[in-house]
């Protein structure tokens, strides 16, 4: 933790989706944000220089376990980040201890349960209720342009498409473990296309198996080149491997996230038949600074 004076808020290190400090995505937060402005809110998210800050205020209503969430990254307000919210849980349920926690956020309700498994916290959270949809050709061919790829590098069983479960994410699939290796784009072409289409990240996927995936995100709206593991983008992504009936309606999905930035991480993306929400669930484990 690092404690600040005056009206500065106390922040806290977590990294989300792995159960070593040095793995997975780094996250701040603030478990206490009354009383602070968006301005200091993006200036804490700036300085710490994490994709994403979480600053938590108590439920308005009084509910016990409830908060109102928001999160930053180093340049802008974003609606909705998983590994925060993994981190925020987790840094609750060691205060709090383990349970079910809600959380409010610019996407819609979240809940989120910590269990403590041999030891360790891991939290699942509930997205909001994710859609999929198409993916201009115009766009693609755009993005492919800014990605330094060609159409040959693209796998043609998961065709590009847009999905949400509290952010917008383009899903791009990769042929090769090869081509999503080599990752080097243009940052601010990326980033201007993401403006226009309001994403958040372009999901980056390669197909190991029928239920496990490698993943990448590239981030320059957020002011970072790469994220290292990304809840919601996760989530979004069981949506559309659903949609487009890539795996059963009852599946539980691996994806590994960072192990190309040396940050590796484990997510979890439950399905539920019958259910149009996506669980993800993974480790937090506190950074000590």
């Given at each position: 933790m690092t404690t600040n004076t005056g009206t500065s808020p106390d922040v806290l290190r977590y990294t989300a989706f792995s159960t070593d400090p040095a793995g997975g995505n780094p996250a701040g937060v603030v478990l206490d944000a009354t009383g602070l402005d968006d301005a200091t809110m993006l200036a804490v998210a700036a300085e710490l220089g994490y994709s994403e800050t979480a600053f938590l205020t108590a439920d308005p209503a009084g509910a016990e376990r409830a908060h109102a969430v928001r999160y930053f990254s180093p340049k802008t307000e974003v609606p909705f980040c998983g590994h925060a919210t993994v981190a925020a849980a987790v840094a609750l349920a060691e205060r709090d201890g383990a349970g079910d926690f809600v959380f409010a956020t610019r996407a819609g309700t979240v809940p989120v349960t910590v269990s403590r498994e041999a030891g360790v916290l891991r939290a699942t959270l509930t997205?909001?209720?994710?859609?999929?949809?198409?993916?201009?050709?115009?766009?693609?061919?755009?993005?492919?342009?800014?990605?330094?790829?060609?159409?040959?590098?693209?796998?043609?069983?998961?065709?590009?498409?847009?999905?949400?479960?509290?952010?917008?994410?383009?899903?791009?699939?990769?042929?090769?473990?090869?081509?999503?290796?080599?990752?080097?784009?243009?940052?601010?072409?990326?980033?201007?296309?993401?403006?226009?289409?309001?994403?958040?990240?372009?999901?980056?996927?390669?197909?190991?198996?029928?239920?496990?995936?490698?993943?990448?995100?590239?981030?320059?709206?957020?002011?970072?080149?790469?994220?290292?593991?990304?809840?919601?983008?996760?989530?979004?992504?069981?949506?559309?491997?659903?949609?487009?009936?890539?795996?059963?309606?009852?599946?539980?999905?691996?994806?590994?996230?960072?192990?190309?930035?040396?940050?590796?991480?484990?997510?979890?993306?439950?399905?539920?038949?019958?259910?149009?929400?996506?669980?993800?669930?993974?480790?937090?484990?506190?950074?000590?600074?």
């Open positions: 997205n909001v209720a994710p859609y999929v949809e198409g993916a201009a050709g115009d766009d693609v061919t755009e993005a492919l342009a800014a990605l330094g790829w060609s159409a040959a590098d693209l796998d043609t069983a998961l065709p590009p498409r847009i999905a949400f479960a509290g952010a917008r994410h383009l899903v791009v699939a990769a042929a090769t473990r090869a081509r999503l290796a080599d990752l080097s784009y243009d940052f601010a072409r990326l980033e201007a296309l993401m403006r226009r289409l309001d994403l958040t990240t372009v999901q980056l996927v390669w197909r190991e198996s029928e239920s496990v995936f490698h993943v990448r995100n590239p981030f320059p709206v957020g002011g970072v080149v790469e994220d290292p593991a990304t809840g919601g983008a996760a989530a979004a992504f069981g949506a559309y491997a659903r949609e487009l009936g890539l795996v059963p309606a009852e599946s539980v999905l691996t994806l590994h996230q960072g192990a190309d930035m040396g940050r590796p991480g484990v997510l979890t993306v439950t399905l539920r038949d019958g259910d149009a929400r996506v669980r993800v669930g993974g480790a937090a484990v506190r950074v000590v600074v």
